[in-house]
């Protein structure tokens, strides 16, 4: 397999290791039934995997923030009742790929924007935890709202450090353009999912961009399959 191009790997959770979209997309449906609002289309709503859920309230559905602190709000709790790993898949192949990486001893969080304890709970879900030597997702904010993925990718790095990961060769894998603009922010490169919710036009400023597993692990390492 070679040696990895990068001392520590940092992994958005939807879209690039799991696809939750068949308890996502419902538990929204269901947050704007219970306004008596009607949902965006199907091709609309896939749009909101992966960023900030408050942000999507208040951009794409135009809701005043208190109203989408509350429509978040909603949308945890369903999530709660239903369980966090309910309707999530694992991509093929992702689950080894995380364990090769491990196994070759390189350090790997996650950055998630999704709220750090349900990241816990699907990683426990797919007996995935022990490959990671730290996690990071979404925490609240003091005032509200949750935290941006550049908040994310620097809690996840500081979390590698104090485990004393070596930080000179960062990466960052992700499918939103958020995920590319947040590593920006720390000077982190980008490999891109094409596997997951972005468009092709969200990829731009990546170093490289994998259309499988199998070509992720390439880009990962010196020696790819």
Same mark, same amino acid.
């Given at each position: 397999m070679g040696a990895s191009r990068y001392s520590c790997i940092l992994w958005d959770v939807d879209g690039t290791i799991a696809d939750a979209s068949q308890g996502i997309l419902p538990r929204l449906r269901e947050v704007f039934a219970s306004y008596g609002i009607a949902a965006p289309d199907p091709a609309e709503l896939r749009h909101w995997i992966g960023p900030p859920m408050l942000e999507s309230f208040r951009s794409r559905a135009g809701m005043r923030q208190a109203q989408a602190e509350e429509a978040v709000d909603r949308y945890r709790a369903f999530a709660r009742r239903d369980g966090f790993a309910s309707g999530v898949e694992l991509y093929p192949g992702i689950a080894?790929?995380?364990?090769?990486v491990h196994d070759a001893g390189v350090p790997q969080s996650? *950055?998630?924007?999704?709220?750090e304890n349900q990241v816990v709970a699907i990683l426990e879900h797919f007996g995935l935890l022990g490959q990671f030597t730290a996690i990071a997702g979404a925490l609240p904010r003091a005032g509200g709202g949750g935290e941006g993925k550049s908040e994310v990718i620097g809690r996840a790095l500081q979390r590698l450090a104090a485990a004393g990961a070596d930080l000179t060769r960062p990466v960052l894998i992700g499918d939103r353009h958020h995920d590319l603009d947040g590593a920006a922010?720390?000077?982190i490169p980008v490999l891109f999912a094409e596997w997951g919710f972005g468009s092709p036009e969200e990829a731009q400023g990546a170093v490289g961009r994998a259309a499988s597993v199998a070509g992720?692990? *390439?880009l990962l390492f010196a020696h790819g399959s």
């Open positions: 080894e790929l995380l364990r090769e996650t *950055a998630s924007s999704k709220p922010e720390h000077g992720l692990r *390439a």
